[in-house]
């Protein structure tokens, strides 16, 4: 039984750089947690004070209900996959990942038992004598993770263990992962990057920007319902378009003004009447027609990109460019006119000045 | 309790090193000034300094060292400079050929100051090879104290030979800090080996030159082993007559104060340098 | 100049593409004297550092009476080893020689167990007052021998234990602890922090992790800097003979012998202060760069 409680937990680097805020989070038991940010959000000073690495400045850091706060890694219950593997050049496959057993004076045959079986996991059985040398990064990497499952912890942290390998491996790698750690069933943070890796991995994604964690919810919650417009536009390939649009009307008859369309408005926009709004909306909810609608937005095509599997379109409404993807036959042409009808229920409404989500729908 | 949070850490683990440096460098260092500043009997003033600038030798070995630094430190440049380049042009065996430059390392000056005596003695390998030759008809002799030009000559190419290794070294190490398309680039604009040295190397080179400087200079102000061995008493350099006024006169005093002024020069020295050969801050490291 | 010797980067001058066959022979025939040039070079520069050990090596090993043969040859025509043994059996020798090595290694027992840990704090903390202790370290460089030998000479006395190789050997300590700082420093930088941190996730306490991780890993690092204190204890001169009177090492008991002794003696001595340092050397070769060329920065 591990839930890990982040409460208020804060470092601050040199006096002066906040690299983490405040944060306040609660990863259930067995639970897979992404933290998901840009480089220097904070998300990996957050695992290593998880890890005991690095010590807060303020906040309390619990484990299975224990405050772990003041206590050395080693007393944690924790084991971690370092982004450099950081495997031990000078000990070979198998004493790797005998390490964490030897120090717990475990006897010498359960340790082989052990290894043996990790080893198995990661399908690393025939390189247990090697060295760090003789390995293939991907190899190393197995090294990394059998290490730490070996340890059979209750809390499994994971520091963008696939950022060092080549684009198919990681690929493969990322399935082979989310396996192995449905199988262990153990609490598990992962820190990325990658929001693909994220979505793919994550029971919960936690997205940070700067030290602060500013959504927390399931991949597709996240996805779908960015709560903010810095993590629509992190989180997707293409990132969520964002048009900026005047609140017109009053109540009953809410609109926002693109350009010459006025787009009916939810209710929760009132309260920003006569100002400007951002609608973000991801590239796979906009429908595009070469021929007239109505009630549709009037734009025109600038670039088409075929991706294989569909359609790239950037297209102009106004002075504003949007990305929207269609099927691969649709008729698209560079400065062909596009008439655009987005769906209602995937419409988000964002404040522009604090950029926190105000309306969905 | 927890030590990965403990502030005080790196300070207990420089500690002892602060300690013992305190004691046997910081300690001793005011009081060779102390010692410089009193005379036999303990009492403070200036007597011991007067002494030894009144003391015969005192302008001669002054002279004689500030000649062997100015002579040798060009000879030992030249040479340095030349093996590291050898070095950096990755010939067949490179390690090979650092290991041979490198050699004189360990070498100690005493042992390289007899070294060069077996070769400039009367009965030498110097005057042996240029008798072979036909240069000469009977032995020169090179060690004498009449003839200090030698004895310098003599320094000086013993000196050179055994402490070029570390400039040399240094300048490697430098060398291998210059990416390699500097030198490419410079190529492409048609430089000529002499021009590349003078408007890419050397100026590239600067913070290990500084540094070689300085550490070449404090060295030769303390090298007295080499000159004993060559010149015997026919020569005399500064701390050659500190050791004199500490071994031979059982005079602390006079002795601290020719150390102390060693260490006067030294740092004149070393600001000269880093005032002559000014390092920006971006070419360090 | 092998850089200058590769054209495949340069574009071809325009004079030369017009006839392309005559520019490339002579590029060809430029680079291949270029080439002899530098080994020429190359070789001359290490006659200059080989020929003094040989002749020394050579005057070493004749019969003693045929040191003062005249001229002489460069392949002797007798091989003795009667200079060497009346060096090592003339009096004092063989205890000076003795008191070396003890001095050596007391040197490097002790500014290894000393400057380590100064080392490793240089290496992995972010401290105030790091870039001061590393300035001081580092100027420590700027105070000759000279001027530490002469008090600590009258510290000594009074403390009893001058013309001891205590003395000697507390004194190249503090000569070598600067070096020893500094290169263990630059040793644990190179042992990646990320290691350390794993084993302490694995279950090490920090002294463990520094015990089974990174000791291990810089031990050859470590075992070089210490050779270094050990030459750098062979070889001094000035310090051992101002603290000592009978207690001499084999440099300052040569040196203080110097005008005494015959020639025989003073080149076999010669011959014998070398030997160790040239195999030290040849030893720790593949660390010669990183030592003494990162000392110096």
């Given at each position: 039984?591990?839930?890990?409680?982040?409460?208020?937990?804060?470092?601050?680097?040199?006096?002066?750089?906040?690299?983490?805020?405040?944060?306040?989070?609660?990863?259930?038991?067995?639970?897979?947690?992404?933290?998901?940010?840009?480089?220097?959000?904070?998300?990996?000073?957050?695992m290593?004070?998880?890890?005991?690495?690095?010590?807060?400045?303020?906040?309390?850091?619990?484990?299975?209900?224990?405050?772990?706060?003041?206590?050395?890694?080693?007393?944690?219950?924790?084991?971690?996959?370092?982004?450099?593997?950081?495997?031990?050049?000078?000990?070979?496959?198998?004493?790797?990942?005998?390490?964490?057993?030897?120090?717990?004076?475990?006897?010498?045959?359960?340790?082989?038992?052990?290894?043996?079986?990790?080893?198995?996991?990661?399908?690393?059985?025939?390189?247990?004598?090697?060295?760090?040398?003789?390995?293939?990064g991907?190899?190393?990497?197995?090294?990394?993770v059998?290490?730490?499952?070996?340890?059979?912890?209750?809390?499994?942290?994971?520091?963008?263990?696939?950022?060092?390998?080549?684009?198919?491996?990681?690929?493969?790698?990322?399935?082979?992962?989310?396996?192995?750690?449905?199988?262990?069933?153990?609490?598990?943070?992962?820190?990325?990057?990658?929001?693909?890796?994220?979505?793919?991995?994550?029971?919960?994604?936690?997205?940070?920007?700067?030290?602060?964690?500013?959504?927390?919810?399931?991949?597709?919650?996240?996805?779908?319902?960015?709560?903010?417009?810095?993590?629509?536009?992190?989180?997707?390939?293409?990132?969520?378009?964002?048009?900026?649009?005047?609140?017109?009307?009053?109540?009953?008859?809410?609109?926002?003004?693109?350009?010459?369309?006025?787009?009916?408005?939810?209710?929760?926009?009132?309260?920003?009447?006569?100002?400007?709004?951002?609608?973000?909306?991801?590239?796979?909810?906009?429908?595009?027609?070469?021929?007239?609608?109505?009630?549709?937005?009037?734009?025109?095509?600038?670039?088409?990109?075929?991706?294989?599997?569909?359609?790239?379109?950037?297209?102009?409404?106004?002075?504003?460019?949007?990305?929207?993807?269609?099927?691969?036959?649709?008729?698209?042409?560079?400065?062909?006119?596009?008439?655009?009808?987005?769906?209602?229920?995937?419409?988000?409404?964002?404040?522009?000045?604090?950029?926190?989500?105000?309306?969905?729908? | 309790?927890?030590?990965?949070?403990?502030?005080?850490?790196?300070?207990?683990?420089?500690?002892?090193?602060?300690?013992?440096?305190?004691?046997?460098?910081?300690?001793?260092?005011v009081?060779?000034?102390?010692?410089?500043?009193?005379?036999?009997?303990?009492?403070?003033?200036?007597?011991?300094?007067?002494?030894?600038?009144?003391?015969a030798?005192?302008?001669?070995?002054?002279?004689?060292?500030l000649?062997l630094?100015?002579?040798?430190?060009?000879?030992?440049?030249?040479l340095?400079?030349?093996?590291?380049?050898?070095?950096?042009?990755?010939?067949?065996?490179?390690?090979?050929?650092?290991?041979?430059?490198?050699?004189?390392?360990?070498?100690?000056?005493?042992a390289?100051?007899?070294?060069?005596?077996?070769?400039?003695?009367?009965?030498?390998?110097?005057?042996?090879?240029?008798?072979?030759?036909?240069?000469?008809?009977?032995?020169?002799?090179?060690?004498?104290?009449?003839?200090?030009?030698?004895?310098?000559?003599?320094?000086?190419?013993?000196?050179?030979?055994?402490?070029?290794?570390?400039?040399?070294?240094?300048?490697?190490?430098?060398?291998?800090?210059?990416?390699?398309?500097?030198?490419?680039?410079?190529?492409?604009?048609?430089?000529?080996l002499?021009?590349?040295?003078?408007?890419v190397?050397?100026?590239?080179?600067?913070?290990?030159?500084?540094?070689?400087?300085?550490?070449?200079?404090?060295?030769?102000?303390?090298?007295?082993?080499?000159?004993?061995?060559?010149?015997?008493?026919?020569?005399?350099?500064?701390?050659?007559e500190?050791?004199?006024?500490?071994?031979?006169?059982?005079?602390?005093?006079?002795?601290?104060?020719?150390?102390?002024?060693?260490l006067?020069?030294?740092?004149?020295?070393t600001?000269?340098?880093?005032?002559?050969?000014?390092?920006?801050?971006?070419?360090?490291? | 100049?092998?850089?200058?010797?590769?054209?495949?980067?340069?574009?071809v001058?325009?004079?030369?593409?017009i006839?392309?066959?005559?520019?490339?022979?002579?590029?060809?025939?430029?680079?291949?004297?270029?080439?002899?040039?530098?080994?020429?070079?190359?070789?001359?520069?290490?006659?200059?550092?080989?020929?003094?050990?040989?002749?020394?090596?050579?005057?070493?090993?004749?019969?003693?009476?045929?040191?003062?043969?005249?001229?002489?040859?460069?392949i002797?025509?007798?091989?003795?080893?009667?200079?060497?043994?009346?060096f090592?059996?003339?009096?004092?020798?063989?205890?000076?020689?003795?008191?070396?090595?003890?001095?050596?290694?007391?040197?490097?027992?002790?500014?290894?167990?000393?400057?380590?840990?100064?080392?490793?704090?240089?290496?992995?903390?972010?401290?105030?007052?790091?870039?001061?202790?590393?300035?001081?370290?580092?100027?420590?460089?700027?105070?000759?021998?000279?001027?530490?030998?002469?008090?600590?000479?009258?510290?000594?006395?009074?403390?009893?234990?001058?013309?001891?190789?205590?003395?000697?050997?507390?004194?190249?300590?503090?000569?070598?602890?600067?070096?020893?700082?500094?290169?263990?420093?630059?040793?644990?930088?190179?042992?990646?922090?990320?290691?350390?941190?794993?084993a302490?996730?694995?279950?090490?306490?920090?002294?463990?992790?520094?015990?089974?991780?990174?000791?291990?890993?810089?031990?050859?690092?470590?075992?070089?800097?210490?050779?270094?204190?050990?030459?750098?204890?062979?070889?001094?001169?000035?310090?051992?003979?101002?603290?000592?009177?009978?207690?001499?090492?084999?440099?300052?008991?040569?040196?203080?012998?110097l005008?005494?002794?015959?020639?025989?003696?003073?080149?076999?001595?010669?011959?014998?202060?070398?030997?160790?340092?040239?195999?030290?050397?040849?030893?720790?070769?593949?660390?010669?760069?990183?030592?003494?060329?990162?000392?110096?920065?």
């Amino acid at each position: 039984m591990a839930e890990i409680r982040l409460d208020g937990v804060t470092k601050t680097f040199d006096r002066k750089v906040r690299a983490v805020d405040d944060v306040q989070l609660t990863i259930a038991d067995r639970e897979f947690m992404v933290l998901l940010g840009p480089s220097g959000c904070g998300k990996t000073t957050l695992m290593r004070m998880i890890a005991g690495l690095e010590y807060p400045d303020g906040g309390r850091i619990a484990i299975g209900g224990r405050d772990v706060t003041d206590l050395p890694p080693r007393r944690r219950d924790i084991a971690m996959v370092f982004q450099s593997y950081a495997v031990f050049p000078h000990l070979t496959v198998f004493e790797n990942i005998a390490f964490g057993l030897r120090m717990r004076k475990m006897a010498k045959a359960e340790v082989a038992r052990k290894v043996e079986r990790a080893a198995v996991l990661v399908q690393l059985e025939p390189y247990l004598g090697r060295y760090s040398a003789q390995l293939s990064g991907g190899q190393r990497q197995r090294v990394a993770v059998a290490r730490a499952i070996v340890m059979e912890p209750s809390v499994l942290l994971m520091d963008e263990p696939l950022s060092n390998l080549d684009a198919l491996l990681r690929l493969t790698f990322r399935a082979e992962l989310k396996k192995l750690v449905a199988e262990l069933n153990t609490t598990t943070i992962y820190v990325t990057h990658d929001q693909i890796e994220a979505l793919s991995l994550g029971d919960r994604v936690a997205v940070m920007r700067e030290g602060r964690v500013v959504q927390h919810g399931t991949p597709m919650a996240v996805y779908d319902r960015p709560a903010t417009s810095f993590v629509g536009s992190f989180i997707g390939s293409p990132p969520m378009n964002f048009l900026r649009g005047r609140v017109e009307g009053q109540n009953g008859d809410l609109r926002v003004r693109l350009g010459e369309h006025a787009l009916a408005a939810p209710a929760a926009l009132a309260g920003h009447a006569g100002r400007e709004v951002l609608l973000g909306i991801r590239a796979e909810n906009i429908e595009a027609e070469t021929t007239v609608v109505p009630d549709a937005i009037s734009a025109r095509t600038e670039v088409v990109e075929p991706l294989g599997s569909h359609l790239l379109l950037t297209a102009v409404v106004g002075d504003q460019r949007l990305k929207l993807q269609t099927r691969t036959d649709f008729p698209a042409a560079p400065d062909a006119p596009l008439w655009l009808r987005p769906e209602p229920d995937k419409l988000r409404w964002y404040d522009p000045e604090t950029s926190q989500e105000i309306a969905a729908g | 309790m927890t030590s990965h949070r403990l502030g005080w850490a790196p300070y207990a683990l420089l500690l002892p090193s602060l300690a013992f440096l305190a004691i046997f460098f910081a300690v001793p260092m005011v009081s060779a000034f102390g010692l410089a500043f009193q005379d036999a009997s303990g009492a403070w003033g200036l007597a011991s300094i007067r002494r030894m600038l009144g003391d015969a030798q005192f302008r001669e070995a002054l002279l004689t060292t500030l000649v062997l630094i100015v002579a040798i430190i060009p000879v030992q440049f030249a040479l340095a400079l030349a093996m590291a380049l050898v070095i950096n042009a990755k010939l067949k065996g490179a390690g090979l050929w650092l290991y041979v430059y490198a050699l004189p390392l360990g070498i100690s000056d005493l042992a390289a100051g007899i070294t060069f005596f077996a070769i400039f003695t009367e009965r030498g390998w110097l005057n042996s090879g240029l008798e072979g030759l036909g240069l000469i008809e009977r032995p020169f002799i090179f060690l004498n104290y009449q003839t200090p030009f030698w004895l310098i000559f003599a320094v000086v190419l013993a000196e050179s030979w055994r402490a070029t290794a570390i400039i040399m070294v240094n300048l490697v190490a430098g060398l291998q800090g210059i990416p390699r398309d500097y030198l490419e680039a410079a190529d492409v604009f048609g430089a000529t080996l002499w021009q590349k040295i003078r408007r890419v190397i050397l100026p590239l080179l600067r913070p290990s030159i500084q540094v070689s400087l300085i550490l070449r200079t404090i060295l030769a102000f303390q090298a007295f082993a080499v000159v004993i061995a060559l010149a015997g008493s026919g020569l005399t350099v500064l701390s050659s007559e500190a050791y004199r006024w500490y071994g031979e006169y059982r005079d602390p005093n006079v002795a601290a104060a020719y150390a102390a002024f060693i260490l006067v020069l030294s740092v004149v020295s070393t600001l000269l340098f880093l005032w002559l050969l000014p390092v920006r801050r971006e070419q360090v490291g | 100049m092998s850089v200058a010797a590769r054209p495949a980067a340069v574009p071809v001058p325009r004079e030369t593409a017009i006839a392309p066959d005559r520019g490339r022979r002579a590029r060809a025939r430029r680079k291949t004297l270029g080439r002899a040039l530098l080994y020429a070079t190359a070789a001359l520069l290490a006659l200059f550092v080989l020929a003094p050990i040989y002749l020394i090596t050579v005057t070493a090993f004749t019969p003693r009476d045929a040191v003062y043969d005249y001229p002489k040859r460069l392949i002797p025509e007798s091989f003795s080893i009667e200079t060497m043994r009346f060096f090592v059996t003339s009096t004092g020798v063989l205890g000076s020689l003795w008191n070396s090595v003890v001095v050596a290694l007391i040197s490097l027992v002790l500014s290894t167990l000393i400057g380590t840990p100064a080392g490793y704090a240089l290496a992995r903390y972010v401290f105030r007052g790091r870039d001061a202790f590393r300035l001081t370290i580092l100027s420590t460089r700027a105070f000759p021998i000279v001027i530490l030998s002469i008090p600590l000479a009258v510290s000594f006395i009074d403390w009893g234990i001058y013309d001891t190789v205590w003395s000697v050997a507390l004194m190249h300590t503090a000569l070598a602890l600067p070096f020893t700082v500094l290169i263990t420093g630059s040793i644990f930088v190179g042992v990646p922090r990320d290691l350390e941190e794993a084993a302490q996730t694995l279950g090490c306490s920090p002294a463990q992790a520094f015990v089974r991780v990174v000791l291990p890993l810089a031990l050859p690092g470590l075992a070089a800097a210490s050779i270094f204190t050990f030459v750098l204890s062979w070889n001094e001169v000035f310090a051992a003979t101002i603290l000592t009177l009978r207690e001499r090492t084999l440099p300052a008991l040569v040196l203080s012998s110097l005008a005494a002794s015959p020639a025989p003696f003073r080149f076999a001595a010669a011959w014998f202060m070398l030997v160790p340092s040239l195999i030290i050397i040849f030893v720790i070769r593949r660390y010669l760069l990183g030592m003494w060329g990162r000392v110096s920065r």
